[in-house]
């Protein structure tokens, strides 16, 4: 739990979701009223989907420190890990010390990992993550209005998610945060880079194509990256062949990373 300081500046590549997120989140509990007078209820919360290292959790704290909202972060992994009857327990009260805490952003990542379709519930695991599934539905559902208390799911696997928690009343908005583009990866370098020494004359626009498939986190890694074959041959300035080096550097470790799930998923 904590009140985030990331701004939206932080974020590169991402202006449509920051509309659509700031809309759904950001509306709500900085003008109430406006809904009141409108006549609609707004969503209760959203869903943010998408590959790896593309923003999600910058984009949730991002809404948090707008809005000067508590942020409860919880992983869906480490759910299903608790003992019997500890994981819907827990889903309980971080929702109770939300309510408390108001107005706060309950940000679930790894939601597919409680929240994903099961065809059979016959192991006590399973019916465990199922226990603990249910309790999510009834904080969202439940009697005791969330308020000011607004619900951020994310997952990699919006594919395998149970429909019942996106279904209307729930975490109804789906917001998909994919690879940047030219332009977005223009910018999120231009983030990243901006407290760096740049050598004069680097071809930006030949390293913006070269990172053609990178997410923004990827961009980063290319950006520490460079700094490191700096430091290596002890200098402040850094120039286009380190971040070239970088680029190769990054690009590998994600073909690594991408035969290594080949080989533990097919």
Known sequence: M???????????????QEQEIQEVIELP??????????????????????PPGTGKTLLAKAVAASTNSTFIEIVGS?????????????????????REKAPAIVFIDELDAIAATRIEIG?????????????????????????DVKVIGCTNRKDILDPAVIRPGRLDRLIYVGLPDADGRREIFKIHSSAMKLQKGIAIDVLIEKMKSFSGADIKSVCTEAGYFAIREDRVVISQDDFFKAVEKVAEEKRFESDEYKKMFG
């Open 29 to 50: 509990l900085l003008k109430p009223d406006l809904f009141r007078k409108v006549g609609i209820q707004p969503p209760k919360g959203v869903l943010l989907f998408g």
């Open 123 to 147: 192991t006590s695991g399973e019916r465990e993550v199922q226990r603990t599934f249910m309790q999510l539905l009834a904080e969202v559902d439940g009697f005791e209005p969330l308020g």
């Open 2 to 16: 904590d009140k985030p300081t990331t701004s939206w500046s932080c974020i590169g590549g991402l202006k449509k």
């Open 78 to 98: 480490e759910l299903v890990q608790k003992f019997i009857g500890e994981g819907a327990k827990l889903v309980k009260e971080v929702f109770q010390l939300a």
